[in-house]
């Protein structure tokens, strides 16, 4: 079964810290991969996108990684600010063009 | 910049009522979905169109139905409001597959619906 998994579901750093998420997938064949931010009460938004053959991907302080050997993509936020508080969603596009959602990680910054 | 608009934010329904939500893009794409969100589950697909009048069921398609007359609009209908149809619906649109950004969807901000 095609599966997106993420962990931790929550995590909460101070200010400045960098942190790490994690994405587990299980689908195949696969066509790539995207990371979303979504803000309360807002619509997720973009942040990269990585085929099966990019290893990494930066945007800003947004570092995306990928495994396809192993099925595994982090996210990675370096010094991190209150802004950065948010859900961030995996989902891995399949070879029928079927999106498969993970349920996201909740990141709390604090000051 | 893409934009989605939702015509609610929030919305408070009864049980059995008739419900739209309506969803409209302005970046001319082919594609528009319909999802829903709920604590501790990934986004769910209930409707998708690749084309005015064209709809696809998606992974949750039974109490839903929906409209696409016009290329920026798409409309999602409950029929009948049900209590476990309360959730965050989400609107979005994506270029078409030969666009060099295929596949990337652009997400209104959300409706929350209450169904009582």
């Known amino acids: 079964k095609n599966q997106v998994e993420q962990s931790p579901q929550s995590l909460i750093i101070l200010e400045g810290k960098n942190c790490t998420l994690q994405?587990?997938?299980?689908?195949?064949?696969?066509?790539?991969l995207r990371w979303y931010k979504q803000d309360t009460g807002r619509g997720p938004v973009s942040l990269t996108i990585m085929t099966f053959s990019e290893n990494t991907k930066s945007n800003g302080r947004y570092t995306a990684t990928l495994d396809a050997d192993t099925k595994q993509s982090s996210l990675h936020i370096t010094a991190s600010q209150l802004s950065d508080s948010a859900s961030y969603i995996c989902v891995v596009l399949g070879s029928n063009y079927q999106l498969i959602w993970g349920a996201g990680t909740k990141l709390i910054i604090k000051p | 910049d893409v934009k989605v608009t939702q015509s609610s934010r929030y919305l408070v329904k009864r049980t059995g009522e008739k419900v739209f939500l309506e969803c409209v893009q302005d970046?001319?794409?082919?594609?528009m979905f319909w999802y829903r969100q709920d604590p501790g589950l990934g986004l769910r697909l209930i409707y998708f169109s690749y084309d005015v009048k064209m709809k696809e069921k998606g992974d949750i398609p039974e109490g839903y139905s929906v409209s696409r007359e016009k290329k920026e609009r798409f409309s999602l209908i409950l029929e009948s409001a049900s209590t476990n149809q309360t959730s965050m619906y989400l609107c979005a649109s994506s270029p078409p597959p030969t666009h060099m950004r295929s596949y990337e969807q652009y997400f209104g901000p959300g409706t929350r619906l209450t169904v009582t």
């Open positions: 970046m001319d794409h082919e594609n």
């Open positions: 994405c587990n997938y299980t689908v195949s064949p696969f066509s790539n």
